[in-house]
């Protein structure tokens, strides 16, 4: 197949340009995968190739998978509602500046938070939440949209108050039969595809093995809203045709309602944002590419990892990589998610 030629030589030259060590791909529908690669060895100076079941850090795919998940479910129930301030939830979050963000607001990296936090990250929940709830808003909520690692640290709290539970005991309960998971077994953490930490991560100067990247995510236990995650790119896929199912109503969602779903997916009303509430929404000039429909959602990981639904199309598009392993910049891994998916715009 020309479209899998292509597709795998995009991979097969990112990896020789040491854009990352290995990648592992898969595209389907909603009913199956119908296409997998995977190039190269777990770290570029060894010799052991990356296999299919290979364990990834998600990285910034927890967003989605998990609290975004859990956050639609939650609004579904009216046990956590988009409109409720956030001061409602966080007994610190004060101040004129701060008094009309909501839960939606945090969703679409709109709430006024930074990216991340002035200095090094603190221990535990406690601290991350006064931290976080204290720290000087960068901008008017709503007035734009800033990324915001801070925002979702927030979320997977709320998520866990609401749900009465930890946030990867929650994930647990709303999806049982799909293989991604915040902690890796002995076993599956041996054979992950390793990381390498931040300059500015205390744990510089050794390789992370099924240890999560994000020294956010690191201090809160390896459990975060924002990121934490570890899976393969068949679980992932799994995840990702149930929601194309529900996207496109199919009548076999049995976890993601349509109507959640559609309202989660519908692009933000904050100008100049792409932004949904949790997911992404496509952009030509995004990583997408420029072969999806208006109708695509996606988000992409640090780590170098990303997952695109488009239910126009009925398609779905994994890449998972350890772009931080020693890899490319995070624009180079742009680049190739870009070329990854218009290779395959024609499958």
């Known amino acids: 197949m020309a479209v899998a030629d292509e597709a795998r030589r995009v991979l097969l030259e990112a990896q020789r340009a040491r854009t990352f060590p290995c990648a592992v791909a898969e595209a389907g529908d909603s009913t199956a995968p119908l296409w997998h690669e995977r190039v190269g060895t777990l770290t ?34 009216g046990t956590l509602k988009l409109e409720t301030p956030i001061a409602e939830l966080f007994d610190e979050w004060r101040g004129p500046d701060r008094e009309a963000a909501t839960v939606r607001d945090l969703l679409e990296h709109a709430s006024g938070l930074p990216a991340r936090l002035v200095d090094a990250p603190p221990q535990g929940r406690r601290e991350f939440e006064h931290e976080i709830c204290t720290i000087r808003l960068e901008y008017e909520r709503r007035s734009c949209s800033i990324y915001s690692d801070l925002g979702f640290i927030l979320l997977g709290f709320a998520i866990a108050d609401a749900s009465n539970s930890q946030l990867d005991a929650a994930f647990r309960r709303l999806w049982p039969d799909i293989a991604l998971t915040f902690e890796l077994s002995r076993e599956s953490r041996n054979r992950a595809a390793p990381t390498l930490p931040m300059d500015d991560d205390p744990r510089r100067g050794r390789t992370l093995i099924g240890e999560v990247h994000d020294n956010y995510a690191a201090a809160l236990g390896g459990v975060a809203g924002h990121a934490g995650m570890f899976g393969s790119a068949a679980s992932v896929g799994a995840f990702a045709r149930a929601v194309l199912q529900a996207a496109r109503n199919t009548g076999k969602s049995t976890v993601l309602s349509s109507a959640g779903l559609a309202q989660f997916t519908r692009r933000s009303t904050v100008a100049g944002s792409s932004r949904a509430l949790g997911w992404d929404t496509m952009l030509p ?20 990892t990303s997952l695109w639904i488009d239910p126009e199309r009925d398609r779905y598009f994994v890449l998972l990589a350890n772009r931080a392993c020693g890899g490319g910049t995070i624009e180079e891994m742009r680049g190739v998610r870009r070329a990854f998916h218009d290779a395959l715009g024609a499958l």
């Open 285 to 304: 000039t995004s990583s997408c590419g420029t072969c999806m429909s208006a109708a695509a959602f996606g988000h992409v990981g640090f780590t170098g």
């Open 44 to 77: 570029f100076e060894a010799a052991t190739p990356v296999e299919a079941d290979t364990p990834f850090d998600l990285a910034s795919l927890t967003k989605v998978i998990a609290t975004t998940s859990l956050a639609m479910r939650l609004a579904e129930a």
